[in-house]
């Protein structure tokens, strides 16, 4: 069964303090996958999508890698404004767009 | 600018009576999907569409239904709510199969 599960559920940092998020999936037929970052009362916003193990893209203090298994977010010197959850979702391979989402990592950064 | 909007944004109604949340987005999608949101299960797609006049069930269909007449329009309708519908409610749209999506707002539904 396809399966996306994120580590940890919460996590506190204080500001400055770098850390990663992890995304690990089980899903046949990958054709992509996506990192979402969802603000309280808002919809998920889009950040990165990643194709292949082995890529690598950045955004601000941001950094999404991918291997076979897993993804990794990682967050250089947080700021409280990088409080969030973030989710990641695959798509499979057969169908529409059929996303399938973690239940997301709730971080909080405090000053 | 771009977005995807979503109306109304919080909905209490009764067990039963029919309601419909609207869904239009501005930037020409083929591509739609209705979400809904629970603690601890995350997002699960309940329907999509592909284009006009052609949908598709995704993971949770039952008690939903939908349609597409228009592109930029994609409505959620509930002919029957239950309690077990309470729930946040998201719809997406993108410009291809597999390219990011963006969001509505939400909206936040309780069915008494």
């Known amino acids: 069964e396809d399966q996306v599960t994120q580590s940890p559920e919460a996590l506190r940092l204080q500001e400055g303090e770098s850390s990663s998020l992890n995304c690990s999936y089980t899903v046949s037929g990958l054709r992509g996958l996506f990192w979402y970052r969802q603000d309280p009362g808002k919809g998920p916003e889009f950040l990165f999508t990643l194709y292949s193990a082995g890529e690598e893209k950045e955004k601000e203090r941001l950094k999404a890698t991918l291997t076979k298994k897993e993804s990794f977010l990682h967050i250089t010197a947080p700021k409280p404004e990088d409080s969030a959850t973030y989710l990641c979702a695959v798509h499979k391979h057969t169908g529409f767009q059929k996303l399938v989402f973690g239940t997301g990592t709730r971080l909080l950064v405090s000053p | 600018e771009a977005q995807v909007t979503q109306n109304p944004r919080y909905l209490i109604t009764v067990t039963g009576k029919k309601l419909t949340v609207t869904c239009s987005q501005n930037m020409n999608h083929e591509y739609m999907s209705w979400y809904r949101q629970d603690p601890g299960l995350g997002l699960r797609q309940i329907y999509y569409?592909?284009?006009?006049?052609?949908?598709d069930k995704g993971d949770v269909p039952e008690g939903y239904k939908v349609s597409r007449k228009e592109k930029r329009n994609f409505p959620l309708i509930l002919e029957s709510p239950s309690p077990n519908q309470t729930s946040l409610y998201f719809c997406?749209?993108?410009?291809?199969?597999?390219?990011?999506?963006?969001f509505g707002q939400g909206t936040r539904l309780t069915v008494v």
């Open positions: 569409s592909m284009n006009v006049e052609v949908t």
């Open positions: 997406a749209s993108s410009f291809g199969t597999n390219t990011e999506a963006f």
